[in-house]
């Protein structure tokens, strides 16, 4: 790797010749501009009371331009490529000066400080910076992925960010309860998470059958709702994660008093308002907003994991369960199909050449997928270690295999969990 410094039309950054790619840091015009733009992106999502880790230092403008921006809080910036963080710490680009920042080599922190730059520090308080990523070594390419998938959440909820205050905003206007009241109120159940993965249909039947005997609690996401009614299946309750008017049509024409709605804080407000049972508000880990009022009363926050079924098991978790089964949790596009049957987002998948494909559930072949499933199939698999006090199965019976889950048809879960 050779680095060379280079002028812009305003201050000089860093070019970096690897494998035959020529990459620049900061913008190749304007630098100070750049680094300005890249810290007010920031700006909206940071919590004003803790430190901010930075990934990438780059030439340093942004970790300069963001101290000065945040003077009273402590910046940790980050370097991943230690031969890049010895040139720089050589080089003439100085951030001395400013006595708030840290700059730290991953490879030279102790094991329980690597550790704790991604546990102590809000995910709202990272700040990924391109320049740590175009030269991230392989040695950490594990890493290189999570910090890729919290990148992913990052630009979903800054482009949403209206649209989520707005729906925050009239949501706690309707004075539901919160998760608090729910809490272990189905204490030692197990319980059968319903998602709308194409694999849904074939669990149906047997669905419908141990419904009416009424021993399984039944959480469903949104998407799963009409596809269980079409079957002759009510759920004791289901949630709805997402901000966009979108999910109007999952609760339209839809009548059921007797399950509950979870919703997330900042869910669309016109389709929690469609329900004409009870609701609960959810409040969730990484928006500000709702941590803030969630300390305020004292409610659980819940890990969202980026779509609803992720928020769902956590919510399933904090409610009691002792085991969840989940089905139609393909993660995949089985059969080239999107959706379950009666599902309002049901489309054939065209593949292309290049799709990306992971291990199917049965382990002796591949399926097709998208880079947001393959990271709620990551969060999933996280989850599960984390959580030692569930146990987790896998019965969707089709789509991606979820390491670390039990893989067991649902008739036997639901003959090992006769509640």
């Known amino acids: 790797m050779k680095i060379s410094i280079v002028n812009t039309k305003t201050v000089p950054t860093v070019q970096v010749s690897k494998n035959g790619k020529l990459i620049t840091f ?79 080599s991953f490879g030279r922190l102790s094991k329980e400080k690597q550790k704790d730059l991604f546990t102590a520090i809000s995910s709202t308080n990272i700040g990924i910076h391109k320049s740590g990523l175009d030269i991230f070594p392989p040695e950490y390419s594990s890493l290189l992925q999570l910090i890729k998938d919290l990148q992913f959440h990052q630009r979903t909820v800054l482009h949403q960010l209206d649209l989520l205050e707005d729906n925050f905003a009239k949501n706690l206007a309707l004075k539901d309860p919160n998760l608090q009241e729910l809490r272990n109120v189905y204490n030692g159940k197990a319980m059968i998470m319903v998602a709308a993965g194409p694999s849904l249909n074939k669990q149906l039947p047997l669905l419908h059958s141990i419904r009416f005997k009424n021993k399984f609690i039944i959480g469903a996401v949104g998407t799963a709702v009409k596809p269980l009614l079409a079957a002759g299946i009510t759920p004791d309750f289901f949630m709805v994660t997402d901000p966009k008017e979108a999910t109007l049509t999952q609760l339209s024409d839809v009548s059921i008093p007797e399950a509950k709605f979870l919703y997330l804080s900042t869910a669309c407000h016109k389709t929690i308002q469609l329900h004409n049972g009870e609701r609960y508000i959810v409040y969730q880990e990484g928006y500000p907003e709702a941590e803030a009022v969630a300390k305020k009363i004292n409610s659980p926050l819940i890990q969202t994991g980026g779509s609803v079924a992720t928020a769902l098991l956590d919510t399933m ?20 199909m999107s959706h379950a049957e009666n599902s309002h987002l049901k489309t054939t998948v065209k593949m292309t050449p290049n799709q990306l494909q992971v291990e199917n559930y049965y382990k002796d072949g591949m399926v097709y997928t998208s880079e947001n499933l393959s990271i709620y199939r990551k969060w999933f698999e996280k989850y599960v270690m984390d959580n030692t006090n569930l146990s987790m199965y896998n019965c969707t019976e089709g789509g991606a295999n979820i390491k670390g889950w039990s893989n067991i048809p649902l008739d036997e879960y639901i003959k090992m969990n006769n509640n």
């Open 317 to 336: 978790n904090w409610m009691g369960a002792k085991a969840v089964a989940v089905i139609g949790q393909d993660l995949a596009y089985t059969n080239g």
């Open 26 to 104: 900061h913008s190749k015009y304007d630098p100070l501009n750049e680094a300005d733009s890249w810290v007010k992106s920031l700006n909206r999502v940071l919590k004003k009371e803790q430190p901010i880790l930075v990934i990438g230092i780059g030439a340093g403008y942004h970790i300069q331009k963001l101290a000065e921006s945040y003077p009273n809080q402590k910046i940790i910036a980050i370097e991943f490529n230690d031969s890049y963080y010895i040139w720089f710490k050589n080089s003439n680009l100085n951030l001395a000066s400013l006595k708030n920042i840290e700059i730290e």
